[in-house]
């Protein structure tokens, strides 16, 4: 059996129970080793075998899990905060289900959710944002056209980028075309949860020079809108003017 199991964003409580339950029960481990923290690998139990998949190619993954199967083995593909997001484990599944090998997902605290938390944010506030786009700024590999930062900057949603440190200039260029004006909050959170975590408050128009002035370039994302700023309107769940299921209006 294989468990893909989301890691989550960095700190080593941050992974779920049953995450750190399928790494203790685990006899082989490949994780990312790029991304994930290796103090996670301290839930492996001794004799585990343990595979660094930075280094691997699809086909080496595949292989190693092959082996495992064939021996009776557990496998745990350890990926950074939830599989789901940017983790290539589509490709992963498809090519496991090719081999009738059967697999889990346990999900993983994502690192947007874990730079929420550090930022004291809420990313959906009335009269603000309802809604929130998760994407990247197309690099060396391409993002579709319609969903490019200058077409989904005119949604004026609350936008959180992964990938794109690296391509600050190119992504305030755009989301400038896009639509934001030069003073939209803007907040670069890198490495968040780790013990080196950085939270830095910026402008959409000093995004480039924020991430230059601090060295930094992987490892971060880039929240961006105007839910960083101090204006929304109060959420009327807790209105008491307003009744719901479970509370009339008491004014």
């Known amino acids: 059996m294989v468990h893909f199991v989301g890691a989550g964003s960095g700190a080593p409580d941050l992974i779920t129970v049953r995450g750190a339950r399928l790494l203790r029960e685990a006899d082989v481990i490949i994780y990312a080793g790029s991304l994930v923290n ?5 839930y492996a139990k001794k004799n585990c075998e343990i595979f660094d998949s930075s280094k691997m190619t699809l086909e080496d993954v595949v292989s190693v899990i092959k082996r495992a199967e064939s021996a009776g083995k557990t496998t745990v593909r350890l990926h950074t905060g ?37 930022l004291k944010a809420e ?12 994407s990247r700024a197309a690099g060396r ?26 391509l600050a200039e ?3 260029s755009e989301l ?4 934001w004006a030069h003073d939209t909050p803007a907040a670069v959170a890198f490495r968040v949860s780790w013990p080196d975590e950085k939270i830095i408050h910026c402008t959409v128009g000093t995004l480039f020079e924020t991430l230059t002035k601090n060295d930094i370039r992987k490892t971060a994302l880039i929240i961006v809108g105007d839910v960083l700023g101090g204006d929304y309107h109060r959420s009327r769940l807790y209105d008491p003017g307003f009744s719901t299921e479970y509370r009339e209006a008491s004014k």
Do not use: N, W
Request: charged share 10%.
């Open 176 to 179: 400038i075309a896009g639509g």
């Open 123 to 134: 990313y959906t506030l009335p009269g603000v944002s309802q809604s929130v786009i998760i």
């Open 141 to 166: 590999t391409d993002v579709p056209g319609a969903q490019s930062v200058h077409a989904m900057s005119a949604h004026k949603s609350t936008m959180i980028f992964f990938l794109s440190a690296a």
């Open 38 to 42: 290796p103090e996670l690998l301290s």
């Open 82 to 118: 939830d599989p789901s997001l940017f983790g290539a484990v589509r490709e992963q599944y498809d090519a496991l289900s090719r081999l009738g090998i059967e697999f889990s997902v346990c999900p993983g605290v994502s690192s947007f959710s874990a730079a929420a938390a550090a």
């Open 170 to 172: 190119k992504l305030q």
